[in-house]
């Protein structure tokens, strides 16, 4: 009698990394986090005792820092990916200055909303944009220690284009980027509330 033999898919391009799906389930998880976090801004701003203020220009040469630093870190991942040695280990470490100096002048708005008067603990206002603003860049540095991996990687390691560090670099440009998007929206919400 003859074994039946089961039918072998060796097509895995529709299918995610689980590492790459867990993620995107943080990502998905982080945005329900801050949305719902721009709905108590919605909901406190419109309750009264708010206090209206201009928003520190640092705060938008942060957001052009941000995308910047995005846009060097998928030029890497783009010559990462077609071999391109040079192009992957000069934005790879572009990328992660201008991370450090994001988180920078973050700290640079903080202390220029001191100097204007709103505290951390003064009126829900300035508060909110302080602590949002900061749990906002914890999540920045956690990418940052993501790209000083990926800088180790680059240039500790002779370059070879393996599906593992193909899976790696994808993860780290996909979380860099999501906070870049995330820095844009929040600096939206507090140009429109505050």
């Known amino acids: 009698m003859m074994a039946r033999q089961q039918p072998r898919f060796e097509n895995n391009r529709s299918k995610i990394h689980p ?9 998905a998880s982080l945005c329900m986090m801050f949305a719902a976090m721009t709905s108590f801004i919605l909901v406190r701003e419109s309750s009264g005792n708010w206090l209206q203020f201009t928003i520190p220009t640092v705060f938008y040469i942060n957001t052009a820092v941000i995308v910047l630093s995005s846009v060097a870190l ?4 783009v010559g990462f990916k077609n071999g391109n040695v040079m192009l992957y280990r000069m934005m790879l470490p572009i990328a992660l200055v201008l ?23 003064g009126n829900a206002s300035g508060a909110i944009l302080m602590v949002v603003s900061g749990l906002h860049a914890a999540h920045v540095l956690g990418g940052i220690g993501a790209l000083i991996l990926a800088n180790i990687h680059a ?40």
């Open 74 to 77: 998928h030029l890497s991942y």
């Open 19 to 27: 590492l790459m799906f867990m993620l995107w389930v943080a990502i």
């Open 155 to 194: 240039f500790s390691l002779p370059y070879k284009k393996t599906e593992t560090r193909k899976q790696r670099f994808a993860r780290t440009v996909t979380y860099w980027h999501f906070v870049d998007i995330l820095w844009v929206y929040l600096l939206i919400v507090f140009i429109n509330v505050i």
């Open 99 to 121: 991370g450090c100096v994001f988180v920078g002048l973050q700290y640079q708005g903080w202390m220029d909303l001191n100097g204007i008067g709103i505290y951390v603990t």
